[in-house]
């Protein structure tokens, strides 16, 4: 009987040093669980992030951080878009109605507007074109208190025959030490011209200058550290899966140039560095908006391919600029699938 009971408390002893270690261990393991650092769950968008036809976009952000996108009018008197962070867009309207819109070109659509805020207004510029129009086409501008308008016209600043420049679309404005500036052109070589402090006119004996050759169109100009870069686009936009698009960039210490390729060579012999072309998925990819950078510093551009799974239009897609040794780059020099959301605090 001694022997026994003897055997029974050793039995009890170890289930008791069981009872109080198993909460201690998992007491211990619960403490380094939340100590060590959990990888954050990537969110991803997938390209296009809309899939319906915006060429040629331009964006803004308004004062509560809300981005506002314009594009060439797939949509009729121009499609206006919003987003909180560049991945998802829902339609607000058009800048213009039937009964609004401009009309200084007969039966012409208007392509590629260029959204800006300026001496406290939105200042939305726009080409007014028909198909081979080269010479009858031209430039105009319309202003509104809100992004999402309503915008009223205020008719062409100029047309090509008037301005003596080929194929006068593509409008892109910027300031520069208290000057503003208009750029455009098409395939006839890239002008600018000064404009006047309310950005509504021409400046008075204003001359326009030529600053890049005639490959290019579509231009956008960014300004980072000592540098202007001028990205446009060569190559065909609009057949489809046969579209060759691509964008390419040059750079420049002042906004009127000369702007340069890497070698030295100057855009004006339409030299230039290609940043983004083709893939497998995408082709057609250029005419890019505004860079907008993020919370966390990154940069941001959208643009517009025709997805060869889908090729209904020229979708809109958005990918992020990196800088290497002063230069842009994009991904693997080709339209991203699949990538890591922007993070934007609204």
Known sequence: MQTYHKFNCHKVRRLACILLFVPLLFFILSSFK????????????????????LPDPSIIRDAD???????????????IYKSSNLVDWSFVGTAFNDQSRPTFEEKGAIWAPDINFIDGQYVLYYSMSVWGGEWTCGIGLATAKEPQGPFV???????????????????????????KFLFWGSFSGIYAIQLSQNGLLLMSEAQKQQVAGSAYE?????????????????????????????????????????????????????QHEVILSKNAHFVGAGHNSEIVQDEDGKDWFLYHAVDLKNPSGRVLMLDEIKWVEGWPSINDGSPSSEYKIPRFLK
Do not use: W
């Open 218 to 270: 579509g231009v956008y100009i960014h300004k980072k550290d000592d540098y202007y870069y001028l990205f446009a686009s060569i190559g065909s936009c609009c057949e489809g899966v046969k579209s060759t698009y691509t964008t390419v960039v040059g750079r420049s210490k002042q906004v009127l140039g000369p702007y340069l390729n890497k070698q030295g060579a100057s855009m004006m012999d339409n």
């Open 65 to 79: 951080g809300t981005f506002y996108l314009y594009a060439t009018e797939n949509t009729r008197n121009v499609p």
């Open 153 to 179: 016209d205020h008719g062409k600043l100029f047309r090509s025959n008037e301005i003596a420049v080929q194929n006068s679309i593509d409008p892109f404005y910027i300031e520069q030490d208290d000057k």
């Open 34 to 53: 939340k100590g060590t650092p959990q990888k954050e769950e990537q969110r991803l968008y997938t390209n296009p992030v809309v899939d319906v036809s």
